[in-house]
T-cell receptor, first 113, second 113 residues
Framework: QQQVKQSPQSLIVQKGGISIINCAYE??????FPWYQQFPGKGPALLIA?????SEKKEGRFTISFNKSAKQFSLHIMDSQPGDSATYFC????????????FGGGTRLMVKP | KAGVTQTPRYLIKTRGQQVTLSCSPI?????VSWYQQTPGQGLQFLFE???????NKGNFPGRFSGRQFSNSRSEMNVSTLELGDSALYLC????????????FGPGTRLTVT
């Protein structure tokens, strides 16, 4: 059972454009939502994370928007750069259950120069 | 601070053998989680250890096991290897044992022939 659905599977954006990746979850016990960036041959790197008590969090060019009622959250990458080309994963962790992330399927982003 | 380290980085084993992978967390981190990454199933949670105790276990057969030592270093073991066990095995460490930032190592690439 896929508890976190991520879309799109792949995304091509022009340099300077906005990249948007969406995730939806089912388990209302989730209360921590991180995004990870993974380059080929590397482990996932934590980008930014949000908890349900806020609707938006921004760190540099990366913004998470969170809609608790719709059980959806998204990652916006502003001014996308070729160096942002990577695979992005959303994830969710349930409350009071330790660390056990459920990941979305991933989005392969390509930023064209 | 040094990041999460995993050894070995690459491993080739034969069906039926067993394998042990090692993970050293970031200094001061007490929680270690293991994940399996494959092209077909994506990133899946295996188990989490916190203060030498297994807190959570994912939906994997009993052939997959792990342990954590008093210095927070962790090992995972896979017995009776199957072709389908070929994957990137990722270790992540966290300060606490509950819904906190997890930082991943580079992974161990296991190939079963």
């Amino acid at each position: 059972q896929q508890q976190v659905k991520q879309s799109p599977q792949s995304l091509i954006v022009q340099k300077g454009g906005i990249s948007i990746i969406n995730c939806a979850y089912e388990n209302t016990a989730f209360d921590y939502f991180p995004w990870y960036q993974q380059f080929p041959g590397k482990g996932p790197a934590l980008l930014i994370a949000i908890r349900p008590d806020v609707s938006e969090k921004k760190e540099g060019r990366f913004t998470i928007s969170f809609n608790k009622s719709a059980k959806q959250f998204s990652l916006h990458i502003m001014d996308s750069q070729p160096g942002d080309s990577a695979t992005y994963f959303c994830a969710a962790n349930p409350n009071n259950a330790g660390n056990m992330l459920t990941f979305g399927g991933g989005t392969r982003l390509m930023v064209k120069p | 601070k040094a990041g999460v380290t995993q050894t070995p980085r690459y491993l080739i084993k034969t069906r039926g053998q067993q394998v042990t992978l090692s993970c050293s967390p970031i200094s001061g981190h007490r929680s270690v989680s293991w994940y399996q990454q494959t092209p077909g199933q994506g990133l899946q949670f295996l188990f989490e250890y916190f203060s030498e105790t297994q807190r959570n276990k994912g939906n994997f057969p009993g052939r997959f096991s792990g342990r954590q030592f008093s210095n927070s270093r962790s090992e995972m073991n896979v017995s009776t290897l199957e072709l389908g066990d070929s994957a990137l095995y990722l270790c992540a460490s966290s300060w606490t044992g509950g819904a906190y930032e997890q930082y991943f190592g580079p992974g161990t690439r296991l190939t079963v022939t």
